[in-house]
C-alpha cells in the first residue's frame, strides 16, 4: 500500500498556518465564462427523469438513480458517454455488485501522475419507483459534466480525474472505493473539489457552505478566494468538521477534500423526496458554483496561485538567534530588491522592523531574528508580494500594504516567548504524623505563566506505602506519588519530572532520581506563577511517621499575559469575540469589550471543564481590551475561554494545534 504523499508544490502539509489565494488569469476566466447554463439544465432534466435522455444510443426516463434501481445503472452509462463524447478517457470503476464510479481522466503535461479530483455523487433518494434527485445530486454531477466538457481540449499541468460516485447515499460507497484506489494507486491524490446540492437558494442570499477541516482548509481558501478573483457574488460559510457527503472518504484516508454544499439555514425543503425537481433551482446560484470549482480546479492544475506556508516558532529558554523558516510559492513572479519578502518583528509593545532572508534555497526562506534575553516577547509576520505589487501575501493572514510587501501589519501575529527559569527551596523540616495532612508553602513572588515544573524533595518515613505526595498551586492539585514503596523507607533526592522514562509506580524505596509523576505536572502549565505552591503529604494509616526535610521547585515560565486597551474604540454591550488565530500555535488573542468599569474575570478550560488557568482577574475601566495566551506548554486540542463579568457570561471554544 502507498503512503499519502502531500505535494510541498502547493502546501497541502498542514496549511493552518498558509495564506494561500489563487491567482487571476484571463484564460481562467474565459473558460469558465463558456460555462452553459442551458447545457447544464439539460444535463439535470435528463437525470432527474423530466425529459428523455439517450443511452445506448436509446430514449429513456431516468425515473429514479436510487441505488438499487435499472435507473442507477443507465445513470452511470449516461455519464460514461457523456464524457466519451468529450474525447476523455473514460472507464467504470466497479467496486463491488451495484457499486460503479465512473471516472474520467485528463493527463497533466507536466505531472503526469500527480491529480486533482472534481467530483459529485450521481445516486439518489428516496426509495421507490420515483427519486427525481435534481438537487441532490444531479445539479453536482451537471456541473463535472460541464467542467470534463469545457477542459476536455486544454492542456493543464496536473492530472485531472472527474469522479462521479456511486452510493453516497447509504455510507459514501463510491467515495470510499475511489479513496482506497488512490492509496494503492500509483497516482498521487493532492485534492479533491466536491459539490453536492448546489442549485438551492430559496431566500437569494448566495450563501455556499464550504465543508472543511483545518487541515486543509487551504482549499477552501483557495475556493473563496476565487469568488473575488472572479467576481463571483457568492459568500462562504465554513463547516468545519461537517461530514454526511463524499469528502468525509477522503479525510478518512489522508487525503484532503472539501465539498461546497447549500448552508444548513437554507436547505432544500425537499431533500429526499419526490419533489426535488429543476424547477426549483436557482439557476443563478447553480452557475456560481459551478463556476467557481471550475475557477479553482484550473487555478490548482495550473499552479496559478500564491501561499506562505509557515510553522511559528514555538518558546523555548535559549536566548540565541532564532531561525525562522518558510515556504513562500508564488505563480507569477515574486518580488525581489526592496520589494523581496521581508519578516517584521518586535520585541513586547515596541515597533516592528524588518529584515530581509538570510538564505534562499528554492522556495524556503530563512530569517533570523537576533537573540534576546530571558523574560523577553517577541512578535513577527511575514510579506511577500509579487514583481508588480497586485498579490500581497502575508502569515498570518490579514497584512496589507505593497512596495514594500505587508507594510501594515495583520490584525494578529505570531508570538513566542524566551522563558525564564527560577528554583525556589524550603527547607523547613515539617513532621508527617499518623493519619494527618501535612503541608508546607513556597510563596513565588514573581509573576509569570508556567510552562513547565521539576519538583525535587527529601522526606524520612518508615512505610513510603502509606503517604501520598502532592503539589497544590491554587485549585489544582497534582497527585506525585501515591501510596508507592510499600514496605520501603524514605525518598531521598526524588525528582519528579514528566519527561522521565521511569513512572514512580515502578521505583524503588527510597527513590533516587528522576520519576515520572503518577499525575503529570502539566496539569499546572498555564498556571499563574505568582502566590503559594503547597506540597500536601497525607499518611493514611497508623504506626509509621516521618519528616518533610526540604523540597524544591524548579519552573520555566513566560512573561505575565499581555493585557491591552485598544485606543480609541467605544464599547456599548458586554460582548466576548472568538480568539484569533484560531487555530492557533502557540499565542492566541481574545478580544472584550466592557460598556463600564467592571471587575473582569477571563479563564480558559480544558475540554473535560478543568480549569487551565486564569488570564485576566482585575478591574478595568470601559473599552475593549485584549488578552494574549500563550500555550506553549499545553497539549494540542481543544479548549473554552469564559469572560465573567457584572453577571455576564460568555463562553466560546479554540483549538490549540501542534
Known amino acids: 500500500m502507498k503512503k499519502v504523499i502531500l505535494i510541498l508544490l502547493i502546501g497541502l502539509l498542514i496549511p493552518i498556518f498558509a495564506d494561500s489565494q489563487v491567482i487571476y488569469s484571463p484564460k481562467v476566466d474565459s473558460v469558465i465564462n463558456l460555462i452553459s447554463i442551458p447545457l447544464m439544465t439539460k444535463y439535470v432534466r ?30 452511470s452509462q449516461y455519464i460514461y458517454e457523456k464524457f466519451q463524447s468529450f474525447g476523455l478517457q473514460t472507464r467504470y470503476q466497479i467496486n463491488n455488485a451495484t457499486n460503479v464510479n465512473v471516472i474520467a481522466r485528463k493527463t497533466g503535461s507536466v505531472y503526469p501522475n500527480l491529480k486533482f479530483v472534481i467530483g459529485a455523487h450521481y445516486d439518489d433518494m428516496p426509495p421507490g419507483p420515483v427519486a427525481p434527485g435534481a438537487d441532490d445530486n444531479a445539479s453536482g454531477v451537471a456541473a463535472v459534466l460541464e467542467a470534463a466538457r469545457l477542459l476536455a481540449n486544454y ?55 464550504i465543508m472543511t477541516h483545518q487541515f486543509c482548509d487551504i482549499l477552501a481558501d483557495m475556493l473563496i478566494s476565487s469568488f473575488q478573483r472572479y467576481n463571483i457574488n457568492l ?25 461546497s454544499i447549500e448552508p444548513a439555514n437554507d436547505f432544500h425543503p425537499f431533500y429526499h423526496t419526490i419533489w426535488d425537481t429543476v424547477g426549483l433551482f ?25 501561499y506562505i506556508f509557515h510553522y511559528p516558532v514555538t518558546s523555548t529558554s535559549d536566548t540565541t538567534q532564532r531561525n525562522i523558516y518558510t515556504e513562500i510559492i508564488y505563480g507569477i513572479p515574486l518580488a525581489s530588491g526592496i520589494n523581496a519578502p521581508r519578516l517584521y518583528y518586535k520585541i513586547g509593545n515596541g515597533p516592528y522592523q524588518w529584515i530581509n532572508a538570510s ?27 509579487d514583481t508588480g505589487g ?19 501589519p495583520p490584525p494578529e501575529v505570531y508570538t513566542y516567548y524566551v522563558l525564564s527559569s527560577m528554583t525556589h527551596t524550603s527547607n523547613n523540616q515539617v513532621p508527617i504524623p499518623d493519619n494527618q495532612l501535612t503541608r508546607d508553602t513556597i510563596y513565588i513572588q514573581q509573576t509569570g505563566i508556567v510552562q513547565e515544573v521539576k519538583l525535587n524533595l527529601n522526606i524520612n518515613h518508615t512505610n513510603d506505602g502509606d503517604i501520598l505526595i502532592a503539589l497544590q498551586k491554587g485549585s489544582t492539585v497534582v497527585n506525585v506519588s501515591q501510596f508507592n514503596g510499600n514496605g520501603g523507607q524514605n525518598y531521598t533526592n526524588t525528582t519528579f519530572h514528566d519527561t522521565a522514562s521511569v513512572p514512580i509506580t515502578q521505583g524503588v524505596p527510597p527513590f533516587t532520581g528522576y520519576f515520572r509523576p503518577q499525575v503529570l505536572l502539566n496539569a499546572l ?35 505575565p499575559v499581555s493585557v491591552k486597551k485598544e485606543e480609541n474604540l467605544i464599547a456599548d454591550k458586554y460582548l466576548l469575540y472568538q480568539n484569533y488565530p484560531n487555530p492557533f500555535n502557540p499565542s492566541t488573542v481574545i478580544k472584550y469589550s466592557l460598556p463600564k468599569n467592571s471587575q473582569v474575570v477571563l479563564k480558559i478550560f480544558d475540554i473535560l471543564g478543568k480549569e487551565v488557568t486564569t488570564l485576566v482577574n482585575q478591574w478595568q475601566t470601559e473599552g475593549v481590551y485584549t488578552a494574549e495566551w500563550n500555550a506553549a506548554s499545553m497539549p494540542t486540542g481543544v479548549y473554552f475561554y469564559r469572560l465573567s463579568v457584572d453577571g455576564f457570561s460568555d463562553t466560546k471554544r479554540m483549538i490549540l494545534i501542534r
Not at 287 to 298: E, G, H
Not at 377 to 382: M, P
Not at 536 to 553: E, I, M, P, Q
Open 46 to 75: 435528463e437525470l432527474s427523469g423530466d425529459t428523455i435522455a439517450m443511452v445506448g444510443g436509446q430514449p429513456v426516463t431516468i425515473v429514479s438513480r436510487y441505488w438499487s434501481t435499472q435507473g442507477n445503472i443507465l445513470a
Open 155 to 209: 492542456n493543464l499541468k496536473y492530472t485531472v480525474e472527474f469522479v462521479v460516485f456511486d452510493e453516497e447515499e447509504i455510507g459514501l460507497l463510491g467515495a470510499v472505493g475511489y479513496a482506497d484506489s488512490c492509496l494503492a494507486g500509483t497516482d498521487t491524490l493532492i485534492g479533491v473539489l466536491n459539490m453536492d446540492m448546489i442549485a438551492w437558494d430559496g431566500n437569494n442570499d448566495g450563501l455556499i457552505r
Open 235 to 259: 459568500t462562504p460559510v465554513k463547516a468545519y468538521g461537517a461530514g454526511g457527503s463524499d469528502h468525509v472518504a477522503f479525510w478518512q484516508r489522508g487525503f484532503y477534500a472539501i465539498s
Open 282 to 306: 436557482n439557476m443563478e446560484f447553480f452557475l456560481k458554483n459551478a463556476k467557481s470549482n471550475l475557477a479553482t480546479l484550473m487555478c490548482l492544475s495550473e499552479e496559478l496561485y500564491y
Open 359 to 385: 538564505q534562499i534555497n528554492g522556495t524556503e526562506y530563512q530569517f533570523i531574528i537576533p537573540g534576546q534575553p530571558h523574560g523577553t516577547q517577541i512578535s513577527y509576520y511575514i510579506a511577500a508580494q
Open 390 to 408: 497586485i498579490y500581497l501575501a502575508t502569515s498570518p493572514t490579514g497584512g496589507s500594504g505593497v512596495n514594500p510587501p505587508g507594510t501594515t
Open 525 to 559: 502549565n498555564g498556571a499563574q506563577l505568582q502566590g503559594n505552591w503547597i506540597l500536601r503529604v497525607f499518611d493514611n494509616r497508623a504506626g509509621n511517621t516521618g519528616t518533610l526535610l526540604n523540597w524544591t521547585l524548579d519552573i520555566i515560565y513566560s512573561s
